[in-house]
């Protein structure tokens, strides 16, 4: 999921880039100099990066460094050990949950009380991804 912003005759226009399928889908969000839409292209941005209430969760790192896409297992660990229901609302929201279960399974910093936790949460048994 992205955001794009096309030249096209000298004025700028934005688009939602996401894949669907083997495609790749450009949404039309409007022109670039409309209020709405950048306001929409700022929550796309802020989307990318962790929300302020969550930082305590990584109080080992500088939260605004951490990449959403580059530090996926790292936060997954972190929000299914550590953090709240409003933590994995959000990590839902931002990684698939195949990827949350796989995570889930293979990783050792994530407690068996905690990965027993999830199983039941996400409805899987035991090596069942």
């Given at each position: 999921?992205?955001?794009?912003?096309?030249k096209?005759s000298?004025?700028e226009?934005a688009?939602?880039?996401?894949?669907?399928?083997?495609?790749?889908?450009?949404?039309?969000?409007?022109?670039?100099?409309d209020m709405q839409?950048?306001?929409?292209?700022q929550?796309?941005?802020a989307?990318k990066?962790?929300?302020?209430?969550?930082?305590?969760?990584?109080?080992?790192?500088?939260?605004?460094?951490?990449?959403?896409?580059?530090n996926?297992?790292?936060?997954?660990e972190?929000?299914?050990?550590?953090?709240?229901?409003?933590?994995?609302?959000w990590?839902q929201?931002?990684?698939?949950t195949?990827l949350?279960?796989?995570?889930?399974e293979?990783?050792?910093?994530?407690?068996?009380?905690?990965?027993?936790f999830?199983?039941?949460?996400?409805g899987?048994?035991k090596?069942?991804?």
């Amino acid at each position: 999921m992205a955001i794009l912003i096309k030249k096209i005759s000298g004025k700028e226009y934005a688009y939602h880039a996401y894949r669907q399928g083997g495609k790749v889908v450009h949404k039309y969000l409007g022109p670039a100099s409309d209020m709405q839409v950048m306001q929409k292209v700022q929550e796309f941005a802020a989307e990318k990066r962790i929300p302020d209430n969550f930082f305590s969760l990584f109080w080992d790192a500088e939260p605004s460094g951490i990449g959403i896409k580059k530090n996926a297992r790292y936060i997954i660990e972190r929000v299914l050990e550590m953090g709240g229901m409003d933590a994995v609302q959000w990590l839902q929201r931002i990684y698939a949950t195949r990827l949350i279960i796989e995570v889930c399974e293979s990783s050792r910093k994530v407690s068996e009380r905690s990965k027993n936790f999830w199983r039941i949460w996400f409805g899987y048994k035991k090596y069942a991804y």
